[in-house]
């Protein structure tokens, strides 16, 4: 799977996924770090499946219960 750059908010320079914690099926806490090394920050940000937009063809009831169904 590719995983989408993200930029540093102070410099817009790329940041890297330092590492990544699975909290539930659904949502992902990440820590990045700017590739700048006059910069150098460090974030901690989450990545979460908020909608459901098409069916899965093995769908998982729990997971159908906790998305957010297309209107
Ligand atoms: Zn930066």
């Known amino acids: 799977m590719r ?4 930029a540093c908010p102070h410099c817009k320079s790329a940041m890297i ?3 990544s914690r699975q909290e539930h099926a659904l949502l992902k ?7 700048n090394p006059f910069c150098g920050a ?14 899965s ?3 998982n009831p729990e ?3 906790q998305l957010k169904q297309p209107a």
């Open 42 to 55: 460090t974030f901690k940000g989450r990545t979460e499946w908020l909608q459901q937009l098409s069916p």
């Open 17 to 19: 996924l330092r590492s």
């Open 57 to 59: 063809a093995t769908p």
């Open 3 to 6: 995983i989408p750059k993200h």
């Open 29 to 35: 806490t990440v820590y990045a770090q700017c590739t």
């Open 63 to 65: 997971i159908l219960k």
